[in-house]
């Protein structure tokens, strides 16, 4: 119930203030196979939320889709300790495929924020957030 009231309720209530504001842009951090019929309730949240952000009709809608998130934590997780493991001895290019650094995502984000686009939604998956998290070094969270 928490993850859900944090993941889905947050993200969509911070989603309508915004458009409520004249926010144009809206940058939403999804996951990869996000999708709202997914058995998993995890995917499915994320999904649920990528749907109902796009009803809100922004100028553009930005989704990025990171696999793995790689960050140091204070507290210990279990399944993600085995995935940076596991990660850690793959080469670096079957790695980033399926993670990417959590500083990557946000230059990625901040990069995607200020570049002009045509397109009203784009779905960014774990690739192109790594291209667009060098795309100018200039951009420092």
Known sequence: EGFVHVDRDYVLKSAELA?????????????????????FLYLQVKGEVEARVEELKFDRYSIFRPGVLLCDRQEFRPGEWLVRKFFGSLPESWASGHSVPVMTVVRAMLNNAVRPSDKKKELLDNEAIHDLGKADGSLKP
């Open 19 to 39: 458009k409520a504001g004249g926010c144009k842009h809206f940058n939403l951090l999804s996951s990869k196979g996000a999708d709202k019929s997914s058995n």
